[in-house]
Structure formats: structure tokens, C-alpha cells
């Protein structure tokens, strides 16, 4: 019990943080069908391209990058997300010593690569916002020009090197997070979220993005054992309790007083599992569960494109 209170000061204060630096971060409210804690849409990525050149940095009064210019008959350029690195560990579990056993970045990182590997075997190019342990926004850079360097920066980084790599979508891939008073509740407590922008000119490859990579996701689960809570396909900004006026992910949405430089293709974010939950967090640690996550998200993603070719 000391240990989950101290866990629920630290997440206050981190809230409050967000609540300042990103205006997006969501209350959960204790039930069986809890809104979650947002920690995979709050918390910065790292951004990294697969053996660069050089390391590319976003200025702080640039303007969005031109797409640049397809050569014919090339293959599609996938976006991979995996949230959070470096230090920023993102979502943990615990055991029930209350020793942190398992962190997010670590699992986002595995999918990641074990997606891009399975992409690059079928002919698509990848683009890694980071392929190792370590952070985006290296040297410390005011990318949104607001006078500060926080959280906004970070992800405002890995937006502008996504959309300087000319991608042809985006997946994100996160891990959800969730405790309250009750640690039996928490501990049982998962499901599967998948979250997109129809706020965009591209809205409705969003949505047929998002649809293909949860459907997949959820089958992926099943034919590993686990029968997952459909938590179902979100919108991006959809309040986490009454009263919320919810806040776009800085990934996925539009230009607004926060996001200033939005991404330039369709994307989701991902959120296959509770790390909180003790069954789904042994469950990702499983080898044939991350195959299985892995090609599912590929397969998502070729039927995507047989849908909407890249032009």
C-alpha cells in the first residue's frame, strides 16, 4: 500500500507537469470499466532514423516539411513509433514484492523492430523514430518556440523528423497503463485501445487505418490464448470523464495552440495491452505474443495499402 501511494503522488505530479506542458493528460476514475491513464498518448517517443547520415534537427520557427517526391514505382515508407526511451521508461508493472519488473519503452522498442523487420522482408522501407534506448530531443532544443524545453518539445521532434522522412503513414505503438485504490482491480484490469484523428484532410484513412490495426490486433491476442477487452477504436481527443474537453495527441492531430507543426500522413496510435495488468504483462513479454502483435500489425498495414496505394 505505501508502495501504490507513492505511486499515486508521483503520477499527481507528472499530471500536473502534462497538464502544463501538453494540456493532454486524462483522470482516471476508479471502476471495472475504468478510463484509463493516458500514459502511452502523454509521454514522448524518441526519434532516430535506421543508420542516418546525419542526425537531422528541427528548427524552431521551420515550417513543416514538403513531402518529398516519390520516386515511381517505389514501395511505401512506414512510420514506426515505439513510445517512449532513455529515460523515460513510460508505463511500468510491478510485481507483488512492489519491484518494478517490466517497463513500457523496453516492449514498444521489441514490437517496433519486429514489425519494421517483417515490413522489410515484404519490400516497404521503414523509418524508426528510434531504434535504440535513448532519447529524441538529444540536445535539449526549444523545437516549438515557446520559450521552454519540456514534454511538447520531445514529441514536437519526433513529429517533424516523421514528416522530414516523407512517410507514407504512421504507427505508434504504446502500452496502456492503469491503478487505483483497489490493486486486485488494477492488477486484472486490461484491454485494447487504438486511437486516430478524424480531424484531419485524411480522417477517413484514419479510421480505416485504425480499424485494420485493432481488428488484427485483437485476433492477434485471441490465437496467442488471451481473450482481450475490446476497449474499441478512439478518437484522439475523446474525454477520459465528464466535463473533459479533450486534447488531440501531439502525433496525431491537427495544428492547434499546442501542436505546432502536426504530422503530415495518416496514423494511429496503438495500445495493445495494460502493462498494469498482471496477465497482460506477462502475456507481451511472451515470444510467441510478440510475433503474433508483430504480424498482425503488418498485416494491417499491407491490407491498408492495397486499399489506399501510395501515389
Known amino acids: 500500500m505505501k508502495r501504490l501511494v507513492g505511486f ?7 499530471a500536473l507537469l502534462l497538464a502544463r506542458c501538453v494540456h493532454t493528460s486524462r483522470v482516471p476514475t476508479p471502476s471495472p470499466s475504468p478510463s484509463p491513464v493516458r500514459v502511452a498518448a502523454i ?24 513531402t518529398p517526391t516519390r520516386i515511381p514505382g517505389q514501395r511505401p515508407l ?32 521489441q514490437l517496433a523492430l519486429r514489425i ?6 515484404l519490400g516497404y522501407r521503414v523509418f524508426y523514430t528510434r531504434d535504440g534506448d535513448y532519447d529524441p530531443n538529444l540536445y535539449e532544443r ?4 515557446d520559450g521552454e524545453i519540456d514534454l511538447r518539445d520531445v514529441v514536437q521532434t519526433r513529429t517533424d523528423l516523421i514528416n522530414e522522412s516523407g512517410a507514407d503513414i504512421l504507427l505508434s505503438v504504446h502500452l496502456n497503463a492503469w491503478e487505483c485504490d483497489d490493486e486486485e482491480l488494477w492488477r486484472a484490469t486490461g484491454g485494447t485501445e487504438t486511437y486516430y484523428c478524424p480531424d ?8 480505416r487505418l485504425a480499424t485494420l490495426v485493432h481488428q488484427n490486433v485483437l485476433a492477434a491476442l485471441r490465437s496467442v490464448g488471451h481473450e482481450p477487452s475490446d476497449r474499441g477504436v478512439l478518437i484522439d481527443h475523446a474525454p477520459a470523464y465528464p466535463g473533459d474537453p479533450g486534447h488531440h495527441l501531439m502525433i496525431l492531430g491537427p495544428k492547434d495552440e499546442i501542436i505546432v507543426r502536426p504530422s503530415n500522413m495518416p496514423g494511429v496510435l496503438s495500445e495493445p495491452i495494460f ?15 510478440q510475433e503474433a502483435l508483430a504480424q498482425a500489425y503488418v498485416d494491417a498495414i499491407v491490407q491498408y495499402f492495397k486499399e489506399y496505394p501510395p501515389q
Open 8 to 14: 499515486c503522488l508521483s503520477c499527481l505530479f507528472v
Open 43 to 66: 509521454t514522448p517517443a524518441t526519434i532516430r532514423e535506421t543508420a542516418p547520415a546525419t542526425q537531422p534537427q528541427a528548427s524552431a520557427t521551420a515550417a513543416a516539411s514538403p
Open 78 to 109: 512506414v512510420a514506426l513509433d515505439p513510445g517512449h526511451g532513455g529515460e523515460d521508461l513510460g508505463a511500468r508493472h510491478f510485481n507483488r514484492a512492489g519491484e518494478m519488473d517490466l517497463h513500457e519503452s523496453t516492449i514498444t522498442l
Open 116 to 121: 519494421g523487420a517483417k515490413l522489410q522482408a
Open 142 to 145: 526549444d523545437v516549438t518556440g
Open 200 to 207: 484531419r484532410p485524411f480522417g477517413d484513412r484514419n479510421l
Open 275 to 289: 502493462i498494469t495488468c498482471d496477465a497482460e504483462a506477462y502475456l507481451i513479454v511472451r515470444e510467441d505474443a
